[in-house]
């Protein structure tokens, strides 16, 4: 199987070539991460009572270390790994670990032993694409037959689609008040644990028009085909706005919303406003939304890796040193870098 190394001479030649750019508060590449030829880094998770950095890739699980940078473990099939594709990684209120995988259904771990939910035992779909904790302890699954909620008391399952906008459930997220934001193919759903609620493009859910094209039109990403998210598919959109791929709820409750073409939009609870490469964004194709310690927002694209303090956007590009321009996950660590998970690898971004 793949190993994960370290790049270490790429990562010392980045770190002296921007060394002096990085004085200026730009984020950098500070080093970057190989986890094997043609391998996608799909999903990245932060344990801080492990100081582990969780990488899901096309072919397994890695645990990484974060006080050495050095592998800890490596899940595959063989380990009880459901299936090698993973989206999406997240650790419930009682210390599981959750995978999220590629027609495989959803994988927990703890403590060395392995346990996998299908459709049979009430999972909404094979196909797992998020996870987000709710204020009651409960774990909200994303799939792409409609939304899970899991209650870790009972292990019980109950399925949410029509309730949805769309059935395609890519972005979750739970605000302070434990209403729960889902990111659909078809707009942006929400449920305060009374009523459903949703939104659209006719909302002002993206941007208002589709002038602004990706930076790069290969993402990997197919949308004529289902399931298909290893090769680009023929006749791929470029452009729908209420195509949410990533949702995340900053500290001051406002609501992030990464769409497929209309940028990137932020939600107040009345009105949209919504960020493009006109802007300073990096890409039009939002796929991941993390916040750092001090508040600000970077955004994963299909043009790099944008930082957001409030007021401008700062990019990190190929040109920087990026892997490849699409970046799917990130991920904040304790010493307050970024992670970046992109089809060639992960790359630790900052501003040093």
């Known amino acids: 199987m793949p190993s994960l190394l370290r790049r270490l001479a790429f990562s ?9 750019t990085a004085q200026d508060g730009k984020p950098v590449v500070l080093e970057t991460f190989n986890v094997g030829q043609n391998v996608y880094v799909r999903s990245l998770h932060l344990d801080q009572a492990e100081n582990t950095m969780w990488v899901g890739t096309s072919s397994g699980v890695h645990a990484i270390d974060l006080t050495s ?3 800890k473990h490596t899940f595959t099939r063989d380990d009880g790994l459901a299936n090698e594709y993973v989206f999406a990684i997240s650790t419930d209120t009682r210390g599981y670990k959750w995978f999220g995988t590629n027609a495989g259904g959803a994988s927990t771990y703890k403590d060395g032993e392995w346990k996998t939910y299908f459709p049979m035992h009430g999972l909404a779909d094979y196909w797992i694409y998020s996870f987000a904790n709710g204020t009651d302890g409960d774990l909200w699954i994303g ?7 899991f209650d870790v008391e009972t292990g019980e399952f109950t399925t949410y ?15 302070a008040s434990g209403k729960v934001w889902f990111g659909t193919e078809g707009g942006l759903s929400m449920y305060d644990g009374q009523n459903w609620h949703a939104w659209t493009h006719e909302n002002g859910l993206g941007a208002p028009n589709a002038d602004d094209r990706p930076s790069s039109t290969n993402t990997g990403l197919g949308t004529r085909s289902r399931h298909d998210l290893s090769t680009l598919a023929a006749g791929m959109q470029t452009y729908n706005p209420n195509y949410c791929f990533a949702v995340h709820v900053d500290q001051d409750q406002k609501v992030w919303i990464g ?4 940028g990137v939009s932020r939600f107040d609870g009345s009105n949209f406003e ?3 490469v006109k802007d300073g964004l990096a890409g039009t194709i939002v796929y991941s939304i993390a916040r750092d310690h001090d508040g600000v ?23 920087d040193g990026l892997l490849d ?10 010493d307050g870098s970024i992670w970046a998970g992109t089809r060639h690898g992960v790359a630790r971004v900052g501003t040093k």
Do not use: C, H
């Open 69 to 71: 940078n050095t592998p």
């Open 259 to 262: 769409t497929w073409g209309g």
């Open 297 to 319: 927002l970077w955004f994963g694209t299909n043009g790099g890796v944008s930082r957001y303090d409030g007021k401008q956007f700062q990019n990190i590009t190929v040109a």
């Open 12 to 20: 010392a030649l980045l770190a002296t070539s921007l060394g002096a």
């Open 143 to 149: 799939t792409w037959a409609g939304a899970n909620r």
């Open 274 to 276: 919504s960020y493009t």
């Open 325 to 334: 321009a699409n970046v799917y996950a990130l991920a904040v660590a304790p």
């Open 161 to 175: 689609v029509k309730e949805l906008i769309n059935e395609w459930v890519y972005g979750l997220d739970v605000d």
